[in-house]
């Protein structure tokens, strides 16, 4: 019995520790989005970025004035899916004008004009062509909106007064909290190593 007392002794304030390092985390993630990095050079964001991602940190994002095409190829590992939703758009609206016209030509209104066939297909292929494209362009403009989650009038990050000159001349890095391996202290000192100018918090 004396040797079983010590240790559920131990194991209680072992869980007592495991409880108060989880509340302090909770606390410090509560309402906060994330953190922000601000950088005054591309480079140096791109830098940064692959730092991160050579960090283990996943739920990462950049924000720049101008497109940073190496950004996409260190952050965002998985292909977006709208060229798929375009190749389908397109074949929709290719099938969509085929059938329109065949449906005039050789079913509501058929013409024997010069014993030419009903369904004369090569007919059919510059109106099929135009609705192709027309189709296509539609999806790749609807969907490039959806898909970024626009319209957006409000996103955490506008919480932090710096981010205004995300569209002028600055460079941001944002780490989120739901990130595996987001703490608080930890990833701050991480950021600043970057060589941040500045590591801010951003509200929720």
Request: hydrophobic share 45%; aromatic share 10%; no cysteine.
């Amino acid at each position: 019995m004396s040797d079983t007392a010590p240790s559920l002794r131990t194991a209680k304030r072992t869980d007592r520790r495991t409880e108060d390092v989880m509340q302090i985390w909770t606390e410090q993630t509560n309402g906060l989005y994330g953190l922000m990095a601000e950088f005054d050079r591309a480079q140096t964001l791109v830098d940064a970025a692959r730092q991160t991602a050579a960090a283990g940190y996943v739920n990462v994002e950049a924000y720049t004035p101008l497109p940073i095409e190496e950004l996409n190829d260190i952050l965002h590992r998985t292909r977006t899916i709208l060229p798929k939703l375009v190749l389908g758009g397109g074949l929709a609206g290719m099938a969509t004008g085929f059938a329109l016209q065949y449906w005039a030509a050789a079913i509501e209104y058929p013409m024997n004009i010069g014993g030419r066939p009903y369904a004369s297909w090569p007919a059919f292929v510059v109106p099929s062509y135009e609705l192709t494209i027309l189709f296509a362009a539609l999806t790749a403009a609807v969907g490039m909106v959806l898909l970024n989650g626009l319209p957006q009038p409000y996103h955490p990050v506008f919480n932090v007064p710096r981010f205004s000159m995300a569209s002028s001349d600055k460079f941001f890095l944002v780490i989120e909290s739901t990130d595996a391996r987001f703490e608080h202290e930890a990833t701050a000192r991480f950021l600043q190593g970057l060589g941040a100018k500045g590591v801010y918090d951003v509200a929720d």
